[in-house]
Each structure stands twice: as structure tokens, then as C-alpha cells.
């Protein structure tokens, strides 16, 4: 079926075409989705759940919906089942989707996501057919704009053209310049034709004006917006009808399906445009009547699409029977000539002289005009003979013409149209005297091998000694034995010439005899052709735009007319017909455009063959070219480039590269798929190459390619520094090829300045203003020179007193733009790459079991430490130096830890979150590593190992198996104990992270079977198996050696390039490994969190030795092990952990929509802050970087990034100055969709207050910004001695907006130490402003947690021992609220879990479920559905947990959150109790006869005139009323004075107080 065609192979630029087509399929998507409540943004991920999907499918097939289809699934495998139904609804429609599963859906797989769209569009934008659809589009296209030339949906639409001839054909006169139309505003002439085309004919713009321009529209983009104009009832479907039905005289039709099937309105229409059908009889069946039209049309040049077959059949789809009959309506430029409608009937017996003779002129429809006919009759002397015609008025006019001989002899009748002679035309026949005994019919031509009818006729039945006979042009003579008719009045016998003589006129003589006498007529000639034996010569293919010729030999043929039809793509191409001897012609013709020419030779009206001959013509112009390789090249280094000749017609490709002293320089050439080509070539020597492209043994444009091949200049770069002081690195340029050479510190950060020493010498100098590493680049020609990057470490000059240097936990919260991380998350290499000279104090540190420490003996060796993930770990300073401290785990990010005096220095306690390597740092007083620093510190989770195929019941002396899987544990060791080691226990490993374990227990008895990973007991063990006596005996020979030797790694091999640190999901990936002449095989194994990526190595060789490409693609974001083997052997440093990012996956927080205008432009206010909130939730461990300009001045956007949780970031912009801005967002370094963010910047009105943008160089640090211990003092501090002047304010709020009391105390100029107690555990909210503004990150989420309590020890039974922790505590917008919370009840001990949750209008709906292998986590799920207030209530056996009850505020605007978030401020919205309330602004107003009292500020509720759309109000003269609802505090609330319509913030506050029902 046609909706299995595959899609097509990539194109070169790959990530520009598949940009293209995404997006012209979501627009598809969307056009079909404009009559539902869905439209999707991001194709790849919102089709995941199925919802759409099927929303999708049910809006292709027009029917409401699809059954049984989840609106709101909740889980991976609902999301399943939705994305299987909408499947399983394309297949009964009787659509085949090949290699497409739910899961693919499901994950997000882009390219197969493409594919099933692509599918959509083929089955249900075009119809069913078996006929590939782009063969019938390119049918329709070009039977309707035939000047266009089109012979693909790519390149020959990029100007524009073809679209407005299109347009123009659909509505005539919409675009009738198209013909003068200049094509070098390309993008302008598609915008001008689409938008024509949207606003005229109704055909949506899927693919952008930009995008048809582009040389980068791929072919399936192209046939999706050109669909649009000949799918059923579309403009094109609709202007064919028109066409067609212009050209029926006086039928009519309605359609392209139904009315074509009975081969009548085919028979109208090729009789309309002058093609001949025989008559039929009543009795014709319908495929016969539909093919006997087809050959009439076929006489025509007009070939046919369909079969007769296919034709009537009702699936025959629209678009093959409109494409067909578009070809009538501009019809090919051969056509018939006018003697070819005229066929004459002439009764040549029995003519005697005097006697009125007759014959039959029979004119075809499609008449010439009748004067033009001319008829003559000669005698033997060359005489006329008198003849008249007399004409008819029948469709079929019929002519009889009458003339009387007078003489004996041979006449000749002669017929001519417009002065040609007539097919068969003159005719030869004899006058003598009147034989009335028998006559025959007379045969004018015969072909060999077909039967030719002789029949002889008698009017009295007498047919008694009747002979005929034939004579060859040889000479040969010949009796035809006749056979008598049933009647006995005729005879008749079927000839079968079997020769031709070439030597002779191929004339064969017939003779009819009676009684030894010619009968009347006899003897007459019937000349006789061979068109089979006709021969083409010159057939071998051309080139387009260029002449073309061929050479046809009749020699073996005889004599008759030659004809030849010669058509492209269904079209007639014009063709002319040169004799050039005897049996010899020149045909000529120019190809209409690359691709197979259909040659149809007939001889004396007869086919040559039955299939005709095909010319391949090509286009070297159309080949098109790729790729680095055709720029540039570095020396020894292989290179690719790539050539794509689908568009070019059949050919051969053929590739010559040579240096610059034109030695041919090896090359491979490989087909990837369908005529696209890649190039790969390793240049040896420096200078400028040619590469010439040839196909077909044409060079194809712009051949020959000059690349300059080019060599690195070397580099000096110094690998320490000292902060504030110059830096310079030496570049050497000799023997180096002309090229760009750029020098970028830290991305650009940091300014360089270069210095040209000599002719061929460099420097470039940089000044580090901040410790830690900085990151080198050094590219030449926009590549990376060996060894870049450099890391270069930066240190404080050395300072002999003081203490030592510890970095605090949590580090300081430093208010100023960010800076670059200490340790690259790339690859946090070990620091000194160089070795280090001992610092004055002999101090360095060894990896012990359980702790690292700094001693006086040196190591032997440095051990990997393992680290299990949440236990407490430290380690010992000892010594008088300064040592600063950092701990780097697997993401990058720097790990929190605390610090204690020791009498011999100090201990470092930490922890690791997450599983990975880890690194310890320490660096010295003199800015250099410790000796071993950094220390490789394995964080693992015992609990995360699986043990499986373990047997309860074993059998004595048999061998028992079982396996060990520690992929999800981390890396460490596996023990197995079987009875404490009085069995004997073997482990093998299979791979990476699997074992195998065997034992044999010879006795009776239940073995105890320990499994450890790390000396740590795993889930479950120790495990136990009982063990009885076998049935039969058995024995077991074991291995002499364990497989738990771990051999050592090897070493050198050298590993680089970025594929080992950093890659995106679903895109290609590289490393190299260079064994530097080593001899062996590499190996290598790349897993994923959840996957294995598939791997491919690829040698290279070069003057400098063998070398290895290793290339993946990883299909899911994560921390990924790349495990590097030579000879099977891990080499050093082995496995790498590259991080797997998609940027794609990073989310602005809510609607997209919502934070812009409709031209998708952010607004921003100058000098006010904007904050918003990024989900990086699905994009995997990556770094958040966002950037800004102002397009005028080019001066920086203030852009800051914070962390509110692990998977959001807040980002704060600020703007200086008005005007237009852009704002780049990347992760890891990769753009996200949509950066950059177009901005437009305002005025302010007035100076910022309430949140902005935070003073510069203010610090807050300390333990209290986080968390707190019930009824213990916390604290924190604020540095302000770097800010502008100004005086801090902090406010501390519980749960239920009250204050609560905190303590400040200047500890120096501008600096500040906070505390504060709280009462209760539960979550705090602390607010932190310089001068009136909050600070960055404020307000600040506590954590309060009781002192008998914490998160790292929990040992008692307790409500108190619970948790809870999610987004589903938190305030949000309703729009975008995901109400999910956890709740953590692993240290509880036994007891029930209840949870309930409350919303403005009682009880919510929760769904929860348990998680976690010890079953001891719930997951809850509820889902708001009005603002207002909600209240969970968790409780433990009955009793509410720490922080319960938990009031959750959802509002219905981010101005709304934001305020609540920054002042505590929120609506008056929120529920009270179900008592109207009516109150004037300055009495005491009294509820339900109570009076009201006066609170303090701080304990109400402000209601503001912008939030007056949140309540019911009635307003009259100083009054509001208002009607409070259930479940909420009864507080007070503000009151403000109603000034006019609005209520607006004003000095004359009161506060009332609503008291109990």
C-alpha cells in the first residue's frame, strides 16, 4: 500500500530539514485539531499521553471522538493504552503503520513520531491509492502549470513561481503576471502566493514562507502544503472539474471517483479532444469500454495513470483519476494530422469498364474540414476518371463517392487531406471484363507473423477450381489452400507472411483464379512490413536542457510511415522525424527534465514493441553538496563531506581528490540510501586540494572544490595562575596554513588580549579576577586545536598564617551576577596536571576505609573509597596550613558540608545525594592540590541491588545459580557469603553491573546466603535456601580460579573529546581513542540509566598511527557510564560519566502564552525585575544559562538564576535601559525552544519597590536561611559591606501568615547576625530585603523539623517520624498546579496513614498509591479546580503529623502568587465562614450582633482593589459587603477605603474582626 512508502533518507543538513518538517507537521496537526480544545506546541512530547492523539485520528476519520480513550491519565501505562487505542483506530481505517509502537510514542522518539504523522497525511489528506502519491501529485501539477517544468516538491518551489502559476490556474487571474514574475526575492514571492492562496482558496500555511524558500525544505514539508491543493473538494480538485467539464460538450461531471467508473465520462472526454473509438455494441462491458477509451487517448500522446481495471474499481482514489484527466485539459503538443481521421472502403472486385463503380469515405470525429479532402481516380495512361462524393451529416460522416471507368487496365485511387496522402492511400485495382462468377476482398498491407484474412466471395455459390496464390519479392510462389464457409458460397484462408525481403520493395503479388482465369481485380499487390524489426539506435541517456538524438534502421522492415511518440511524466514531448536514407531517420527531441523518457516507435500504424523504449536523462546541476569537507581539512585528520544525487536522474558518481601538487589523494565513497552519498578522505600534506564531483561524467556545479588543508598551531598554556595577575599563553604559527584563529577564556567572559611577537609567534594575555578553574578554548579555522580545552587553575597568592580555609555549608548566598562553578561539570579532572612542588608542610591525603585524612606517611597508592548515598562521611585536616575545601558530586554542583576544630587541625563531615563519582578537593595554602587530590569517592545504594533466580528449595551436591544486578546500585564490589564462607561460592561477571553466582551445598540443612555490595548487606539478605537429598548424584567440577579477579586498568591510552562529558538526547555523539601504536582491538560499552546506546567504531588511519572514532547516539537524558576497553581491559579512567542533556525538555513554568504577547514578545519594565520560573524537570543533570542584550547599545541584561528546587530554577531579569532586547536561554550549553526570547522594555513609570532586582554584593549565608530545630535558636547572617548603604529587614511567617519574632544584631560595619525560634515544626516562610527590597531568593522556605526528630536520624515510632515533601504543599497557579505530594513514612513504625484534603467548596478528591521497594512512601494526588485555600490533613494512627494541618493558597494569576510569595499579601477571596458581612469603612462594624475589634497589621489579610474580582461585592456609600465561606481561619481581614468605582491601597486602613457564626 502507498501509506507504507518509508520516508525519505535524511537530507545533508540534517538538523535544518527535520526543523522544517517538525514544524510543518505541527501545523498540520493543528489544522486538524482547529475544531477541538487541543493544539500542541512540542510534537515530539504533547502527543506522549495519547490524548491528543487520538484527538488527532478522530478529527482525520470526522468522528467525535475515540471510545474508551483516558482524558487525564495519570501513569505511564494509561498514557499507553491512549496512544494504542488511537493507533488501533488508523489500522481499521485500514492505514498499515509499520515499525511504530505505543512506546515509541510514548518516549517521545522524534524521527518515528515524524514517520507516523507523514503516514497520517498520505492515507487521509490524499486518499487511498496503490500508486506512490508523489508520482500522481507530480501528474496533476505538471498537467496543469506545464511550463513549470516540476520534478520535485524541493527546490523547484523555493522561488515562488510555480506557486503563484498554481494559484493562478486555481482561480484564473489571481495571478496572472506569474510568467514575468522575478525570482530573486524568493521569500517575498512565496509569502505573496501563500497568503493569496489562505485568503482566496482556503489553503492554510503549514509550511512557513521562509521555510518554501529555504534549500533546506525537505520533500515531505513540501507535499504536505501543495496536499492541500488537490485533496478532495480543494481549490485544485474543484478549478479540474471546472476544466474537464469545459471540454464535454454535453455531459457533465460531479467528481473523480463514482462518475468515471463506467468508462463513459472517459469515452466523452477523448472524443471531446478529437481521439478515435471504435463503436461498441450494447453487449461492451465496462472495463472493455473504459480501455478501448484509454488507447483512443493513448493514440492521442495522453498516457494513462490507471489501468481499465483499476480504473473502475471503487477504491481507485480521486487524486489518480484527476491527475488522468487533467491531462486533457492541456492536451500534448503531437497530435494526429488530419488524413489520419479519414479511412476509405473500396470493393475492388468484379470492376468492368462502364459499370458505376462505388467506394466509402468514413471520417473520424474530430472531422477535418471537407474541402479539404481531395479524391482522384486515374486510368492506366495517367487520365482522371470523374468522381463526386456525397457527405452525410452522422457524428461518423460517411462519404460515398461514385466514378465510371472506361478502360481496361491497372487505375489507381488516390485520397488526400490538406495534400497528404491518406493511411493506404493510393489504391491499386484492376478494370476488365465482367466476371461475375467470384470477387474478393482486397488486403492493402500484411505483417509478418500476424494473420491477414484472404477471403474469396461467388454470388452464384460456384467456387469450384478456384486457386489463389502469393508470390514474395523473392520470387517465390506459393498456393494458399483455401477453406470452404459453412454456406459453401466463399472461401477464405488466413495468410501468415513469414518473410521479407530486404533487397526488394516488400511487395508481395496476390493472384485469385477461376477456371486458370484472374478473377476480376487479379493480380494485386499487398505490401508487407516487419515493424518488429525496426531498430533504435543511440539510446544510452542525455542530459537535461541539452538536444537529444537517436537513429532508427527500417532496412529489415519494408516499407510503411514512421512515427514516434516520446512522453515525460504522462506528457507528449515535442519530437521531429528526419529521413536520412533510404531505410534510415534522425529523431530529435529536448528532455522536459531529468529522469526516464518513454520512447513509442510505431511502424505503418503498429507498434514497434510492446513496451516502449526508455531514455534516462540526468541533471549534473541538480547534485547537490555538503559538508566540512568541502571547506576545510586538517592535516592527518579524516574528513567528510556528503553528495546528494536523488534529484539528479540515474547516473554514476564518481570522486577525484588531489593535493596541491595534484598527488590523487585516497577517498571512500558509500552509499547511505536512495542516491545520497558520504564522502570520507584524511589529506597528508598542508595546502590547498581539488575535489572534483562528477556524475554521469559531467561535473556537477561549482566542481572543482579547492579545500585548504591546513595544520594546528601549538600552544603553551600555563595550567596554574594566581588570581589578579597576568596570564600568557604562547602560540606557534610556523608551518601553519592562513587561517582564523580565536582565543576565548570562560565562553567569552573573560577579555584576552594578543600580542605579536614574530612572524610566525603569538601571545595572548588574560588577568584571572576570581579563584578557581578557568576554561582555555583555542579553535583555528572554527575547530578545536589538540589538547583544547585547557583547564587552568587559579589560586590566592600564598599566605602563611591562619587557620585553615573552609568552604561553609551552605555556601554563601552571594547576591551579584554568576560566575563560573569552580570544577567544570564536564570532567572534573584532577587539578594538577603538571606535577606540583611540595608545599612547606609535608600534607597530603590517603583514602582509608572510612575516612580520608591528611598524615605524615606517604601512600603507596590511593584506593577508590566507595560512599553509600545519605550515611554521614568525614574526614580528618592535619596540619598548620591553610586548606580550602571542595567536594564536587556527580552533577557538577558543590556538596554541602561542616567543618570542626580538632587538636590536630580540623574534620570535614559530608554526604552524598545522588549515585556517581564523586571528588574531594583540597587545595593548599600555595594554591596547589594536596598530594592524591582530587579523591575519587564512589557514592552507591546497597538497596538499589537486585538479586533474582534465587531458589527457596536447592538439592545437596548439585549446583545451585543464581544472579546479582548492581547497574542501579553504583559502582563496588560484590561479596557473597554462603554459611559465613563454609561453602564454597564462585561469582562471575557477566558484564558490567551482572554476575553470576554458583555454589554447591553438600549436606543436608538450610544454607544462610550473605550478599554485600560494599561490605553492606543487600535487600533481603541474608537470603536462605533448604537443601534435601538429590535424586540422582551429581558432581560438579569446579574452576580453579574465581572470576572475581579485576584486572588492573591499562594504560596509555588517550580518550578524547566531548562525547565523553557532555552529548543531547537523540543526537550523534563522538570521542576518539588513540592507543599510540599499542597493539590490539578497542572495545567499548556506553549505558544508559535505562538503556545500552548503540556504539560504532570507526578506524582511522593517518601518518601519525591508527586512531578510533567512537560514535553513539543516547536515546534518554541522564548520568551515563562510558566504559573504554583495550583487549578487554578497562584502560585509566575508565568508565567516564557523561552527562545527557535535552534542552528541548526545558520548560517556561505555566503557559508560554501567558508571559507574552501575541507576537510572542516578552515584556519588560526598565529597572523592575522580572522573575520567572524554568522546569528542567525532563532535560537530565545540566546547568541553566540565561543571558541578555539590549539590541540598541548592546549593554548586558541583568540575568540571574537561581535554584528553587532540584528541578526549578527562578531566573531574574532586569533592564536598564528602553528599546528592544534578547534574552539566550541554554542548558548545558544547548539553546532551548524558543531562545532566544524576543523582549521589549518600557519605561518605568516610577522607581521600583516591592520585589526587584537585588542590591549588589549583598551575602547571606547560614544554616537558618534553610532550616531550624523546634525551640532552638537559628541563625543566619547578612553581609551588606559590599552594597550600596542601607539597613536590612527580616520577617519570619508560620503557616498561617502569622509574624513571628526575630532578633538582629550588627556584628560589623554593614553586617549582621540574624536568629529566631519557632514554636512548632512545619514550613516557615522568611523574608529578607535591603533597604525595602527583597533580596535575591527571597522569601526563603525553613524547614522546621522537632529536635528528637531530623530528616538523617529518625529512631522512635511517631507521627512525628513522617515527612511530607512535594509540589502539592506549595502555592501555585491554578492553571498550571500539579498537586502532587509525597508522604514519607519509613521511620513511623507501625501505624495507619489517613490523608484528606479540603478545598474552598469541602472535601477534595486524592488519589494515592504506594511506592518505593519497602512499600513506605505515599504518593498522594489531588486536583484543584477553583482558587482558594486548601487544607491537607495528614494523620498518623490518628494523631496529625509534624506541620499538619498544611494550608496551601492557589491563585488564579502569577501577580497574584508573586505578591503572596514576596509581601504575604493575598486576596479576599479566601473562606471564612457562611455569614454576609456588611460594614462601613470607619465605624466598628459588628457581626451577628458581636462587635468587632482592631487587630494588628500583622495578623490580617490585606485586600487590594486588583484582586476585587476574586469576591462578591456590593458597594454603596462608605460600604462593602461580602459573604466569607468555610475552612478558613477565623482571622481578620483590611478593609481599604472605597475611593469611587475602585478600591484602591490607601493610609485610612481599619481592620474589623468576623467573628464566630
Not at 471503487?314 to 488524413?339: D, E, T, W
Not at 515535442?574 to 522536459?592: A, L, W
Not at 528541578?1207 to 544547548?1230: C, K, L, N, Q, T
Amino acid at each position: 500500500m502507498a501509506e507504507e512508502e518509508p520516508l525519505p533518507s535524511p537530507p545533508l543538513l540534517q538538523d535544518k530539514w527535520v526543523t522544517i518538517q517538525k514544524n510543518t507537521f505541527t501545523n498540520f496537526v493543528n489544522q486538524q485539531l482547529r475544531e477541538t480544545e487541543h493544539q500542541i506546541e512540542e510534537l515530539y512530547t504533547e502527543l506522549s499521553d495519547g490524548v491528543k492523539l487520538c484527538a488527532l485520528v478522530a478529527a482525520l476519520q470526522g468522528k467525535p471522538g475515540i471510545r474508551g480513550m483516558k482524558p487525564n491519565p495519570k501513569n505511564r501505562h494509561q498514557m499507553i493504552e491512549n496512544v494504542t487505542l488511537a493507533l488501533q483506530a488508523a489500522k481499521h481505517d485500514k492505514l498499515k503503520i509499520v515499525n511504530i509502537g505505543a512506546e515509541d510514542i510514548v518516549n517521545g522518539n522524534g524521527k518515528l513520531i515524524l514517520g507516523l504523522i507523514w503516514s497520517y497525511i498520505l492515507r487521509y489528506q490524499l486518499g487511498k491509492t496503490e500508486i506512490p502519491p508523489k508520482q500522481l501529485m507530480l501528474a496533476w501539477i505538471n498537467a496543469v502549470i506545464p511550463e513549470c517544468n516540476i520534478t520535485n516538491f524541493t527546490t523547484n518551489w523555493n522561488n515562488g513561481r510555480a506557486l503563484h502559476a498554481l494559484i493562478d490556474y486555481c482561480e484564473p487571474g489571481l495571478s496572472p503576471n506569474w510568467r514575468k514574475m522575478s525570482t530573486s526575492d524568493k521569500q517575498g514571492n512565496c509569502e505573496t502566493a501563500m497568503r493569496l492562496a489562505q485568503e482566496r482558496l482556503g489553503v492554510p500555511i503549514v509550511v512557513s514562507p521562509q521555510h518554501m524558500a529555504s534549500s533546506d525544505l525537505d520533500q515531505n514539508s513540501g507535499m504536505t502544503y501543495l496536499s492541500y491543493f488537490m485533496k478532495l473538494n480543494s481549490c485544485g480538485y474543484k478549478a479540474t472539474l471546472r476544466d474537464v467539464n469545459q471540454l464535454l460538450p454535453s455531459s457533465h461531471v460531479t467528481n473523480f471517483t463514482s462518475d468515471w467508473r463506467d468508462g463513459t465520462a472517459l469515452t466523452d472526454l477523448v472524443q471531446a479532444v478529437g481521439g478515435h473509438i471504435p463503436n461498441q455494441s450494447p453487449s461492451t462491458g465496462v472495463i472493455e469500454s473504459t480501455q478501448l477509451a484509454i488507447q483512443g487517448a493513448r493514440d492521442l500522446g495522453i498516457e494513462p495513470i490507471l489501468s481499465a481495471e483499476d480504473m473502475v474499481q471503487p477504491q481507485a482514489g480521486h487524486l489518480a483519476v484527476m491527475a488522468y484527466a487533467a491531462r486533457f485539459i492541456n492536451r500534448p503538443a503531437m497530435k494526429l494530422s488530419a488524413a489520419s481521421y479519414i479511412e476509405v472502403l473500396f470493393n475492388t472486385v468484379d470492376i468492368s469498364p462502364g459499370s458505376k463503380t462505388h467506394y466509402s469515405l468514413l471520417m473520424k470525429q474530430g472531422n477535418p474540414r471537407l474541402h479539404s479532402i481531395n479524391v482522384k481516380v486515374a486510368d492506366p495512361n495517367g487520365n482522371n476518371v470523374p468522381t463526386t462524393v456525397e457527405w452525410d451529416d452522422q457524428p461518423e460522416a460517411t462519404g460515398l463517392g461514385t466514378f465510371i471507368p472506361t478502360v481496361v487496365g491497372e487505375h489507381q485511387l488516390k485520397v488526400t487531406c490538406d495534400g497528404e496522402m491518406i493511411r493506404g492511400s493510393p489504391i491499386k485495382f484492376n478494370v476488365g471484363r465482367s466476371k461475375k462468377a467470384i470477387s474478393f476482398v482486397r488486403r492493402e498491407q500484411g505483417i509478418v507473423g500476424d494473420n491477414t484474412k484472404l477471403e474469396v466471395l461467388s454470388e452464384d455459390g460456384n467456387v469450384a477450381d478456384v486457386h489463389m496464390t502469393y508470390t514474395s519479392p523473392s520470387g517465390l510462389s506459393k498456393e494458399i489452400a483455401l477453406s470452404r464457409s459453412s454456406s459453401g458460397r466463399s472461401l477464405s484462408h488466413s495468410f501468415v507472411p513469414d518473410v521479407v525481403d530486404s533487397s526488394s520493395s516488400g511487395e508481395w503479388k496476390v493472384s485469385v483464379l477461376q477456371n486458370g482465369e484472374h478473377a476480376s481485380g487479379s493480380p494485386y499487390t499487398m505490401n508487407v512490413i516487419k515493424p518488429q524489426a525496426v531498430k533504435l539506435c543511440n539510446l544510452e541517456g542525455g542530459l537535461i536542457g541539452q538536444p537529444f538524438s537517436f537513429t532508427v534502421d527500417t532496412s529489415e522492415a519494408g516499407k510503411a510511415e514512421l512515427q514516434c511518440l516520446i512522453t515525460f511524466s504522462g506528457q507528449a514531448v515535442p519530437s521531429t522525424i528526419e529521413r536520412t536514407g533510404e531505410d534510415t531517420y534522425h529523431v530529435k527531441f529536448t528532455p522536459s527534465g531529468p529522469g526516464t523518457h518513454l520512447i513509442r516507435p510505431m511502424y505503418g500504424g503498429k507498434d514497434v514493441r510492446a513496451e516502449p523504449y526508455k531514455v534516462e536523462i540526468t541533471d549534473s546541476n541538480l547534485v547537490l553538496t555538503d559538508g566540512p569537507g568541502l571547506k576545510q581539512a586538517k592535516i592527518n585528520e579524516s574528513t567528510t563531506f556528503w553528495v546528494d544525487a536523488s534529484q539528479a536522474g540515474p547516473g554514476q558518481l564518481n570522486v577525484h581528490i588531489k593535493d596541491a601538487g595534484g598527488v590523487p589523494v585516497p577517498s571512500t565513497l558509500r552509499e547511505l540510501q536512495d542516491k545520497r552519498f558520504e564522502v570520507k578522505y584524511s589529506p597528508a600534506v598542508i595546502g590547498p586540494h581539488s575535489i572534483d564531483v562528477e556524475f554521469d561524467g559531467k561535473r556537477i556545479k561549482h566542481s572543482p572544490f579547492t579545500v585548504n588543508v591546513y595544520k594546528d598551531p601549538k600552544a603553551e598554556v600555563p595550567r596554574e595562575g594566581v588570581v589578579n595577575q597576568p596570564l600568557v599563553i604562547l602560540l606557534d604559527t610556523a608551518n601553519t596554513e592562513k587561517g582564523d584563529l580565536s582565543i576565548t577564556i570562560n565562553e567569552g567572559r573573560v577579555p584576552v588580549t594578543t600580542k605579536k611577537l614574530s612572524k610566525s609567534s603569538y601571545s595572548a594575555e588574560f588577568i584571572p579576577s576570581d579563584l578557581g578553574q578557568y576554561k582555555v578554548e583555542l579553535e583555528f579555522n572554527n575547530s578545536p586545536i589538540q589538547g583544547s580545552p585547557w583547564y587552568v587553575n587559579i589560586t590566592a597568592p600564598v599566605v602563611k598564617t591562619g587557620p585553615p580555609v573552609l568552604t561553609p555549608t551552605p555556601p554563601p548566598v552571594v547576591v551579584e551576577p554568576p560566575t563560573p562553578p569552580p570544577v567544570v561539570v564536564e570532567a572534573p579532572p584532577p587539578l594538577p596536571v603538571q606535577p606540583a612542588p611540595a608545599p612547606s608542610t609535608d600534607i597530603y591525603a590517603v583514602v582509608k576505609p572510612k575516612s580520608v585524612r591528611a598524615s605524615a606517611a606517604k601512600p603507596d597508592a590511593v584506593p577508590t573509597q566507595y560512599a553509600r548515598v545519605g550515611e554521614t562521611r568525614s574526614f580528618d585536616i592535619i596540619g598548620k596550613e591553610n586548606v580550602t575545601v571542595k567536594i564536587i558530586d556527580v552533577f557538577g554542583s558543590n556538596v554541602p558540608f561542616t567543618s570542626t576544630p580538632t587538636p590536630k587541625g580540623f574534620a570535614v563531615n559530608y554526604k552524598f545525594k545522588y549515585i556517581g563519582d564523586n571528588w574531594i578537593h583540597l587545595i593548599g595554602e600555595n594554591g596547589r592540590p594536596l598530594k592524591g587530590s582530587p579523591f575519587l569517592v564512589c557514592a552507591f545504594d546497597p538497596g538499589l541491588v537486585v538479586v533474582s533466580d534465587l531458589q527457596s528449595h536447592g538439592v545437596i551436591n548439585t549446583p545451585s545459580h543464581f544472579k546479582v544486578n548492581t547497574l542501579k546500585a553504583g559502582r563496588g564490589e560484590v561479596t557473597v557469603l554462603v554459611d559465613k564462607g563454609a561453602t564454597n561460592c564462585e561469582v562471575y561477571s557477566q558484564s558490567k553491573g551482572d554476575y553470576n553466582v554458583t555454589y554447591t551445598s553438600t549436606t543436608n540443612g538450610v544454607r544462610n546466603i550473605d550478599v554485600l555490595f560494599n561490605n553492606l548487606p543487600v535487600p533481603g539478605s541474608p537470603f536462605q535456601t533448604d537443601f534435601g537429598s538429590p535424586p540422582v548424584p551429581a558432581t560438579l567440577q569446579r574452576p580453579e580460579t574465581s572470576a572475581n579477579y579485576i584486572t588492573p586498568a591499562i594504560s596509555p591510552i588517550s580518550v578524547t573529546g566531548s562525547g565523553l562529558h557532555i552529548a543531547e538526547e537523540s543526537k550523534r555523539a563522538s570521542f576518539l581513542i588513540n592507543p599510540f601504536g599499542q597493539a590490539g582491538q578497542p572495545s567499548v560499552r556506553i549505558e544508559g540509566p535505562h538503556s545500552i546506546a548503540k556504539t560504532n567504531i570507526q578506524p582511522i588511519d593517518s601518518a601519525e598511527g591508527r586512531r578510533y572514532e567512537v560514535t553513539y547516539v543516547p536515546v534518554e537524558t541522564g548520568i551515563y557510564n562510558t566504559y573504554v576497553m583495550w583487549n578487554g581491559r578497562d584502560i585509566e579512567g575508565s568508565p567516564y560519566h557523561p552527562r545527557v542533556v535535552d534542552s528541548k525538555m526545558v520548560k517556561l513554568d505555566g503557559d508560554w502564552y501567558s508571559h507574552v504577547d501575541e507576537e510572542g514578545i516578552l515584556s519588560l519594565q526598565a529597572s523592575q525585575n522580572k522573575r520567572l520560573l524554568f522546569d528542567v524537570s525532563r532535560a537530565g543533570p545540566g546547568e541553566l544559562k540565561v543571558t541578555g542584550r539590549h539590541l540598541t547599545s548592546g549593554s548586558p541584561l541583568q540575568c540571574t538564576v537561581s535554584e528553587k528546587d532540584v528541578y526549578h530554577y527562578w531566573v531574574d531579569i532586569v533592564a536598564s535601559e528602553p528599546g528592544d532586547a534578547s534574552i539566550d536561554v541554554e542548558w548545558s550549553g544547548f539553546p532551548i525552544p524558543k531562545s532566544p526570547i524576543r523582549a521589549a522594555v518600557v519605561a518605568s513609570a516610577r522607581a521600583t519597590n516591592g520585589y526587584v532586582a537585588r542590591p549588589p554584593q549583598v551575602v547571606l549565608s547560614g544554616f537558618g536561611l534553610e532550616s531550624a530545630v523546634v525551640n532552638k535558636v537559628a541563625e543566619f547572617y547578612i553581609d551588606g559591606s559590599q552594597a550600596d548603604k542601607g539597613s536590612p529587614g527580616v520577617i519570619l511567617t508560620n503557616s498561617r501568615l502569622q509574624n513571628l519574632q526575630t532578633n538582629m544584631v550588627a556584628v560589623g560595619e554593614s553586617e549582621y547576625r540574624c536568629s529566631y525560634t519557632v514554636p512548632e515544626s512545619g514550613i516557615y516562610m522568611l523574608h529578607v530585603s535591603w533597604s525595602g527590597n527583597d533580596l535575591q531568593g527571597s522569601p526563603f522556605s525553613v524547614t522546621a523539623l522537632d529536635g528528637n526528630s531530623t530528616v538523617s536520624s529518625r529512631t522512635s515510632d511517631g507521627p512525628d517520624k513522617i515527612t511530607v515533601r512535594g509540589d502539592g504543599v506549595l502555592p501555585g497557579i491554578l492553571a498550571t498546579y500539579n498537586g502532587t505530594f509525597y508522604v514519607d513514612t519509613e521511620d513511623a513504625g507501625k501505624g495507619d496513614c489517613e490523608v484528606k484534603v479540603q478545598g474552598p467548596k469541602g472535601d477534595v478528591q486524592i488519589v494515592s498509591s504506594l511506592q518505593g521497594d519497602r512499600k513506605r512512601l505515599l504518593q498522594c494526588q489531588y486536583n484543584p479546580t477553583e482558587i482558594g485555600l486548601y487544607v491537607i490533613r495528614i494523620r498518623w494512627s490518628g494523631q496529625d503529623v509534624a506541620g499538619s494541618p498544611i494550608r496551601v493558597h492557589i491563585f488564579d494569576t502569577y501577580e497574584e502568587l508573586e505578591r503572596f510569595n514576596n509581601t504575604g499579601e493575598i486576596s479576599m477571596y479566601m473562606p471564612v465562614e457562611d455569614a454576609p458581612f456588611q460594614s462601613s469603612i470607619f465605624p466598628q462594624p459588628a457581626v451577628n450582633g458581636k462587635k468587632s475589634k482592631s487587630v494588628p497589621h500583622n495578623r490580617g489579610v490585606r485586600m487590594s482593589a486588583a484582586m476585587s474580582r476574586s469576591y462578591t461585592a456590593g458597594a454603596k456609600a462608605n460600604q462593602l459587603s461580602f459573604t466569607p465561606h468555610r475552612g478558613y481561619d477565623r482571622k481578620s481581614y483590611y478593609i481599604v477605603k472605597e475611593n469611587g468605582p475602585e478600591f484602591i491601597s490607601a493610609p485610612a486602613q481599619r481592620s474589623v474582626f468576623i467573628a464566630d457564626k
